[in-house]
């Protein structure tokens, strides 16, 4: 089995599956009173008609979203790469037109892309396996698996990392969006990389709120050229 499966995306993400019971946990983060000058792209946002708003978020093929949120039981806050999920987002939240919360489903590296950078990692929707005490009914989340995003498993043994968060208005997390991946073609032949524009973008906007920065650059470990010598005969 190759050892880069079945493994968190990272130490933040796996503290943020630490067993909870659904029917108690609050999944939003505690309001956050610290004040963060807002960015131009916050200003362009907040300023837009919500109509318009979402219509962008309805016409994106990828719905995409860069936020800044700090998971359960931790005290880093960073940036996060979100789809947006409209069919869920209605049917979860139906007042998603007022309250501005959508259902938000993460994305994290591919574990096989973990020594590149984030220009070069691909993004895929993070699933877990989980099981459930008979007794207590808590849910236990196991470990992440690889499921293209195109497919969707069994919601009796995997679960996505998502939930409702706000996107626009006073509380809104988001970074930049809505966005896409990078298209196949002539830059790229590998699907769900991130545009590196959007990158440099998100770049300033977390210099600006003290977030880390994505990365850049090829980060692949080389393994140096092997010389073959030919044996002379004789």
């Known amino acids: 089995q190759d050892q880069t499966t079945d493994k968190p995306s ?6 943020a599956f630490e067993q909870h019971n659904h029917s108690d946990v609050d999944l939003l983060p505690p309001a956050d009173h610290t004040h963060t000058p807002p960015t131009e792209l916050d200003q362009n946002i907040t300023s837009q008609p919500l109509d318009f708003i979402l219509q962008r978020i309805i016409s994106s093929a990828d719905k995409l979203f860069f936020i800044k949120y700090t998971p359960p039981n931790t005290l880093l806050q960073r940036w996060y790469l979100i789809e947006v999920d409209m069919e869920s987002t209605k049917t979860v939240n139906p007042s998603f037109g007022t309250n501005h919360k959508y259902w938000c489903v993460f994305q994290a590296k591919h574990t096989a892309d973990e020594t590149k950078s984030d220009e070069y990692s691909r993004w895929w929707p993070e699933w877990y396996r989980y099981h459930t005490d008979a007794a207590t009914q808590l849910i236990f989340y196991d470990y992440r698996v690889h499921i293209r995003p195109d497919r969707t498993p069994s919601s009796l043994t995997h679960v996505q990392w998502a939930t409702l968060l706000p996107l626009f208005g006073p509380s809104s997390i988001s970074l930049l969006g809505p966005t896409e991946f990078q298209p196949c073609g002539e830059i790229t032949q590998t699907k769900q990389t991130l545009q590196l524009d959007n990158l440099h973008q998100l770049k300033k906007i977390c210099d600006a709120n003290g977030l880390l920065p994505p990365t850049f650059g ?11 010598h030919k044996k002379r005969k004789g």
């Open 10 to 15: 990272s130490l933040i993400d796996h503290l």
């Open 218 to 228: 090829s980060n692949d470990l080389i393994a140096p050229p092997i010389t073959r």
